[in-house]
């Protein structure tokens, strides 16, 4: 089973969208990759890293294993309108890890950031390795205040989240109210801060008894873990935080879409128990 970890930035994320990008390569280079990023400067993996400032110009590409992180860093201070680093494993058909930030999707200012590892990558049953996914995603976040977030099993890198895929709503249109309705809910979800004080805060989500884990970030929001693995988010785990999270959910009775037929969700409207 793959693992997609995926973060909404929009203007109210802590020192611009730059550093937010920056903040979610860092932590993912030096958390989740960092195995393989050694292994690079041994000739046993290959990294492919670019941005690009905007559409009509051309890329730019760093060389990680020389160059440091420095160069990259910089760019992505910037707010580039793309930016992708790509791991490969020698005679790999495709990558084993992929590291994006977009925003022609969710349209500036906003932008997603986003890791998507697959089955070699992702542990889903080891409590340790899901933990330190968790811590990854706090330190990527702390400094941050995203709009949005969430760390699903076996997902396309796609901006649209669970709701939107279920309820048929635009993602532009989800990302522009992510402070006003909860994008999406999954193993692990990130809250904004306006809707988590709304929910109570850290104490109430902490006693609704729908998560394993409630960790408050220091710039704003809160990383919701629902269970200790991914791989024990089962369908009542889902449903403890579909009710727990229901008064800040959209509206709309959701309708089953067998283009996605992998989309996990709960079949009521948030408005039956909101």
């Known amino acids: 089973m793959s693992l997609l970890a995926?973060?909404?930035?929009?203007?109210?994320?802590?020192?611009?969208?730059?550093?937010?990008?920056?903040?979610?390569?860092?932590?993912v280079l030096a958390g989740p990759l960092a195995e393989v990023m050694d292994r690079e400067r041994s000739g046993g993996a290959?990294?492919?890293?670019?941005?690009?400032?905007?559409?009509?110009?051309?890329?730019?590409?760093?060389?990680?294993?020389?160059?440091?992180?420095?160069p990259m860093r910089q760019e992505l201070m910037r707010d580039p309108e793309t930016a992708n680093v790509v791991l490969l494993l020698p005679d790999s058909e495709r990558p084993i890890a992929h590291v994006r930030?977009?925003?022609?999707?969710?349209?500036?200012?906003?932008?997603?950031?986003?890791?998507?590892?697959?089955?070699?990558?992702?542990?889903?049953?080891?409590?340790?390795?899901?933990?330190?996914?968790?811590?990854?995603?706090v330190s990527a976040l702390n400094s941050v205040n995203p709009?949005?977030?969430?760390?699903?099993?076996d997902q396309p890198m796609t901006e649209k989240t669970n709701l939107d895929v279920v309820l048929g709503r635009k993602v532009r249109k989800s990302v522009a109210e992510a402070r006003q309705f909860l994008r999406g809910y999954s193993w692990v979800t990130v809250c904004p801060v306006e809707l988590a004080e709304r929910l109570g805060g850290?104490?109430?989500?902490e006693s609704s008894g729908a998560f394993c884990s409630v960790i408050p970030l220091a710039a704003g929001g809160v990383v919701l873990q629902a269970t200790e693995t991914i791989f024990e988010y089962s369908d009542e785990a889902m449903r403890r935080v579909f009710s727990a999270l229901a008064p800040?959910?959209?509206?709309?009775?959701?309708?089953?879409?067998?283009?996605?037929p992998d989309v996990r969700f709960v079949p009521k409207d948030a408005r039956q128990l909101g």
Request: glycine content about 10%; hydrophobic content about 40%.
């Open 248 to 260: 800040v959910l959209p509206p709309g009775f959701p309708a089953f879409d067998p283009a996605n």
């Open 6 to 27: 995926s973060v909404t930035l929009d203007p109210g994320t802590q020192g611009g969208t730059g550093a937010g990008i920056a903040s979610w390569f860092e932590a």
């Open 202 to 205: 850290v104490s109430s989500l």
């Open 46 to 70: 290959t990294s492919l890293a670019v941005t690009r400032m905007e559409e009509s110009e051309e890329s730019k590409e760093f060389f990680l294993p020389s160059d440091g992180w420095g």
């Open 147 to 153: 709009a949005f977030g969430h760390v699903s099993a």
């Open 101 to 137: 930030s977009s925003s022609i999707r969710v349209r500036r200012p906003n932008v997603e950031v986003q890791l998507l590892l697959d089955e070699q990558m992702a542990r889903l049953d080891d409590g340790e390795y899901c933990e330190s996914l968790v811590d990854f995603l």
